[in-house]
């Protein structure tokens, strides 16, 4: 898991070891980018989107809309960009919370040029910062 704690500066939070009984606390409007345990290999006609659980939302969880994933999208797990909008509380995180669930879409047709050959995120195993300059 990484904080963000500025537009360029990341510091990485290691919570590996936190449990249910043990978590790390999200503060409020903490925010951190995270990763999935699962590692997705998207065919060249599905899409995915990943969404908050409702009972991570109403818990205070935010995900800020960024989990679309298209079609060719490989060999990587999802960064997930998570926000804690309580305003007094913090928010447990542990690994294998679960927080979200993804939605697979069949696209009509394949597209010209997948993710596969034009995306910036595939086979990445941990959490990915904008390569946006």
């Not at 500025?6 to 990763?35: G, H, M, N």
């Not at 394949?110 to 910062?129: E, S």
């Amino acid at each position: 898991m990484i904080e963000v704690s500025d537009r360029r500066k990341l510091i990485e939070i290691d919570i590996s070891d936190r449990t249910e009984e043990d978590p790390y606390y999200l503060a409020p409007s903490e925010f951190v980018l995270a990763e999935t345990i699962e590692t997705f290999n998207l065919p060249d006609n599905i899409s995915a989107q990943f969404v908050l659980k409702s009972s991570r939302a109403r818990e205070g969880f935010n995900n800020c809309l960024a989990g679309w994933c298209d079609p060719g999208w490989h060999g990587s797990k999802l960064t997930l960009e998570l926000k804690n909008e309580r305003r007094y509380h913090g928010l447990h995180l542990y690994p294998s919370l679960k927080i979200g669930q993804m939605v697979f879409h069949r696209m009509s047709d394949v597209p010209a040029a997948t993710y596969a050959v034009t995306g910036n995120y595939n086979n990445h195993l941990r959490v990915m910062p904008s390569v946006a300059a």
